[in-house]
């Protein structure tokens, strides 16, 4: 049972657009949510999380939208870049246990 | 310098063989993982360990053992591998006292033949 879904495998985006990513998880103990980035050959790294007692974070050009009610949250990239182009993942944990859920990575690519 | 390196990069190995994984940090944490990837299936936790008197099962840890060696050294042993534990293999670490960041080596590409 999948309980951090990420139902688009890609999506395209032209440069200086906005890229949408989004999250579905199923576990209300869910209280920390992750994305990372993960370009080819290398690892996941950070970009930025939200806590649930908050609706939105922003970082720079980046925007993690949290809906606790439909157990949703979203990346926004404003404005999209080439070198934005790589997996993102999104990851939950419940409770400070410091335990990961991951979903299944979406694949974005950025068209100069 | 990398902070999380896994050693080897790239293995191919046979069904039967015992193989071993290394990571090692130089970041300070206490907090070590074993991921594995798959196409499809994203990120799934082998093994984590909180301390090195510390070792804690994951979704996935059947087939699989652990060793945390010290601080600084977390090991992965498949005992006798088997062509589905073919995958790319991460280790991570954090700190809680940098909230919920994990910091991940580059990788490790397994195939069992």
């Known amino acids: 049972d999948q309980q951090v879904k990420q139902n688009s495998p890609s999506l395209s985006v032209q440069e200086g657009r906005i890229s949408i990513l989004n999250c579905d998880y199923t576990n209300s103990m869910f209280d920390y949510f992750l994305w990372y980035k993960k370009y080819p050959a290398e690892g996941p790294t950070f970009l930025i999380s939200?806590?649930?007692?908050?609706d939105k974070n922003e970082d720079g050009r980046f925007t993690v939208f949290l809906n606790k009610s439909a157990k949703h949250l979203s990346l926004h990239i404003v404005p999209s870049q080439p070198g934005d182009s790589a997996v993102y993942f999104c990851a939950a944990s419940a409770g400070g246990t410091y335990k990961y859920i991951f979903g299944t990575g979406t694949r974005l690519k950025v068209l100069a | 310098d990398a902070d999380v390196t896994q050693t080897p990069r790239n293995r191919i190995t046979k069904t039967g063989k015992r193989i071993m994984l290394e990571c090692s940090q130089t970041k300070g944490h206490d907090r070590m993982y074993w991921y594995r990837q798959d196409p499809g299936l994203g990120l799934r936790l082998i093994y984590y360990?909180?301390?090195?008197?510390?070792?804690n099962k994951g979704e996935i840890s059947d087939g699989y053992s652990v060793s945390r060696q010290a601080q600084a050294k977390f090991s992965l042993s498949l005992e006798s591998a088997i062509p589905n534990q073919t995958a790319l293999y991460f280790c991570?670490?954090?700190?809680?006292?940098?909230?919920?960041?994990?910091?991940f080596g580059p990788g490790t590409r397994l195939t069992v033949l």
């Open positions: 991570a670490t954090s700190d809680p006292r940098l909230a919920n960041e994990q910091f």
């Open positions: 360990s909180f301390d090195v008197k510390d070792i």
């Open positions: 939200i806590s649930s007692i908050k």
